[in-house]
């Protein structure tokens, strides 16, 4: 009932069969093999590799808080350096401002005491010379009436005694 072809057709079936067979098999071996030694280690590779970019990643992020951190305290101190410069100006300008005043002040009571110093001093100066004067005054009066006592003058010679009184006592000065 099987003719040749038949049979040919079953052993290469057959045939075909125990290779596919055998084939499978070491297919089979192979991706244990490379299962146990190759994609192990493969993908520990891998997971290393995405760990190491990962941790690189992460690194980076903080870097660059740490640097926006960082840039964020560098200008606040910088505002409050700004700050401390603006008020410092601010209290020299008020401390030169009062001082300025107090300088003010102190001339002006300084050139106040200069002339109640110099009025005193003249009004000084004025009493010694009416003082002077009114000396002057009583002794040519004496000697006017001791000589108006020696000699009994006219009226017109008197007055001559008088104004030469008056001239030698002004030349004397």
Request: proline fraction near 1%.
């Amino acid at each position: 009932m099987y003719g040749l072809t038949d049979n040919l057709i079953i052993q290469a079936s057959g045939f075909a069969l125990g290779d596919a067979l055998a084939q499978l098999f070491f297919f089979l071996i192979l991706l244990v093999l490379l299962r146990k030694f190759a994609w192990g280690p493969l993908m520990n590779m891998m997971k290393e590799r995405e760990d190491y970019i990962s941790s690189e990643i992460e690194s980076a992020e903080k870097s660059r808080e740490e640097a926006a951190r960082l840039q964020r305290e560098a200008s606040e101190e910088l505002k409050q350096t700004r700050q401390d410069a603006q008020k410092i100006i601010e209290d020299a300008r008020q401390t030169a401002t009062k001082q300025e005043k107090e300088i003010v002040a102190s001339a002006r009571k300084e050139g106040d005491r200069m002339k109640e110093a110099a009025r005193q001093e003249i009004e000084q100066e004025k009493e010694k010379a009416v003082q002077q004067l009114k000396d002057q005054v009583s002794s040519m009066s004496v000697m006017i009436a001791s000589k108006v006592i020696e000699k009994e003058l006219s009226e017109q010679d008197q007055k001559e005694l008088i104004d030469q009184y008056v001239n030698d006592t002004g030349e004397e000065q």
